[in-house]
């Protein structure tokens, strides 16, 4: 789902055909309002998908990538569960994630804020995520903008006496922010930040 930056009825709509991993690495999203775009697909993503179909025993391309149990879409909650496991899995290593409410759109609000901090024009990210409205692109650089400025507060001036150092405390953390490249990685290493965040098992 990082890669994608796909909300999670994209995700779950995804049919087998719709992601290529053949010379051009791409998933061909169902967004809002009956709307597609293609999203491209790293490598590493590509080959998760490639090993991935080979366990549906040659299902068609109009089945679900992602079925249920049952060969249906995916509840939404199935796809909660698997992240809620990745996480759990993740903390052993990295205990900052257990204190952070994670959901399937904190990996979307992830990317949005990485490709933002890695230099993509604020346009590009808006036709990534299926923006309709450049509006609801822009809260992502007013959020980035406020986060630059707590990092700022932090700071000491030259010459101001240094203050005793507090840890952070629950007033300080912020679940609906993205999630920082250390929390992130701890994340990905459980498999849960590819698009095939679900493949491990299907569970509704």
Not at 116 to 142: C, F, K, N, R
């Amino acid at each position: 789902m990082y890669n994608t930056g796909a909300r999670v009825s994209e995700v779950i709509g995804l049919r087998v055909g719709d992601v290529v991993i053949d010379d051009t690495m791409a998933a061909h999203l169902h967004g809002k309002g009956r709307k597609e775009r293609s999203v491209p697909l790293w490598r590493s993503t590509a080959s998760l998908v490639r090993g991935w179909k080979h366990r549906l025993e040659g299902a068609g391309d109009d089945r679900f990538l992602f079925p249920s149990r049952g060969g249906e879409r995916m509840a939404r909650s199935s796809v909660t569960q698997r992240l809620n496991l990745a996480v759990s899995a993740a903390a052993q290593h990295h205990p900052q994630l257990a204190r952070l409410s994670i959901s399937p759109h904190t990996v979307r609000h992830t990317t949005a804020m990485h490709l933002l901090q890695s230099g993509v024009d604020i346009t590009v990210i808006a036709l990534w995520l299926g923006h309709e409205s450049p509006a609801t692109t822009h809260m992502y650089l007013e959020a980035d903008l406020s986060m630059r400025e707590r990092t700022l507060d932090r700071l000491q001036p030259i010459g101001a006496s240094l203050g005793r150092y507090r840890p952070p405390g629950p007033a300080d953390e912020i679940p609906s922010e993205p999630l920082n490249y250390v929390q992130f990685v701890g994340l990905k290493n459980t498999g849960a930040s590819a698009l095939v965040v679900l493949s491990s098992a299907s569970c509704a």
